[in-house]
């Protein structure tokens, strides 16, 4: 049974950092490509980073780019966000996912994973 849980949420002041984490289980890590997404309320699922199976390429939503960093520890199967510079429009629930290999720009769209984590809430005040 395939697992995704995300931590690291909270709430944190404007200009803050967050570090995001997400342990994976039941399928074989360094095989699947990881993303973030986040929705707020109201608000579709939207794509905020991802990283290859091969961890050789990143890609960031122009929302983050300069601000968040993915990463991937395989070791510990376990993908992070470090989000620096936090905005009050950054509040949302944050998912993680994983996806299969050759998706290319589908993995910048929900249907390009397979697996979903249960979401961890990032509140940032102004």
């Known amino acids: 049974q395939v697992q995704l849980v995300e931590s690291g949420g909270g709430l944190v002041q404007a200009g803050g950092s967050l570090r995001l984490s997400c342990a994976a289980s039941?399928?074989?890590?360094?095989?699947?490509?990881m993303g973030w997404f986040r929705q707020a309320p109201g608000r579709e699922r939207e794509f905020v980073a991802r990283?290859?199976?091969?961890?050789?390429?990143?890609y960031y939503a122009d929302s983050v780019k300069g601000r968040f960093t993915i990463s991937r520890d395989r070791a510990q199967n376990t993908v992070y966000l470090q989000m620096n510079s936090l905005k009050p429009e950054d509040t949302a629930v944050y998912y993680c996912?994983?996806?299969?290999?050759?998706?290319?720009?589908?993995?910048?769209?929900?249907?390009?994973?397979?697996?979903w984590g249960q979401g961890t809430q990032v509140t940032v005040s102004s």
């Open positions: 990283i290859s199976v091969s961890d050789a390429i990143t």
């Open positions: 996912a994983a996806g299969r290999p050759n998706r290319g720009a589908l993995y910048n769209r929900v249907g390009g994973y397979d697996y």
């Open positions: 039941g399928l074989t890590f360094s095989s699947y490509a």
